[in-house]
């Protein structure tokens, strides 16, 4: 038992001493060069470090949508509190101003001063919570710029419709109904 394959194999004549040279160094170099597995080994670090940038990328993407997602909540905070602090006050409203928010059609009890500067854009309304507020023109700028969709009213000066048949009509001051 104490003899090898190769010198069994040497003494039934199958092969000679050259042979058996030949493939001991074989051997010793495939070991150097990583035992005949380099390729699969080589495959499998290609696909690791594949992977590794597949999820570096995945991470990365998934932060910037993180970090745009606290940018526009920071940002609706901080017109939150730009509403909150310059809204107009109704108090002694008495003429009601009648706009619709979507499908729904609202009313807001105004001075005869605010609902003069609502039609001619000096003011704006906004959805705040589920209140309406009365806002200067520079707040629903702002609105608009950040958040479109709680801007209610807002007649911008010198915005017209160029299809408007009635275009050359214009509405008295005093008409009331």
Known sequence: MANSLQDQLL???????????QAKSKKR??????????????????????AAAEKRRRDQ???????????????LVALWHLVRDNRMSRDGGDVAY????GSALKRLYVTADQQKAIAGGELAIVRHDDFYEIVPAMVAE????????????????????????????????????
Do not use: H, S
Not at 11 to 21: F, I, P, S, Y
Not at 29 to 48: I, T, V
């Open 11 to 21: 003494k039934a004549g199958l092969v000679d001493e050259q042979q058996l040279k």
């Open 29 to 50: 170099k495939q070991k150097r060069a990583g035992g005949g597995r380099a390729p699969a080994d080589a495959e499998r670090r290609a696909a690791a470090e594949q």
């Open 61 to 75: 993407e998934l932060n910037r949508e993180r970090e745009a997602d606290r940018q526009r909540k920071a940002e």
């Open 98 to 101: 009648n706009f619709t928010d």
């Open 142 to 177: 702002r609105t608009e710029q950040t958040d479109p969709a709680i801007l209610v009213v807002w007649n911008k000066p010198g915005e017209a419709d160029p299809d408007d048949p009635y275009a050359g009509f214009e509405v008295p001051d005093d008409l009331m109904w």
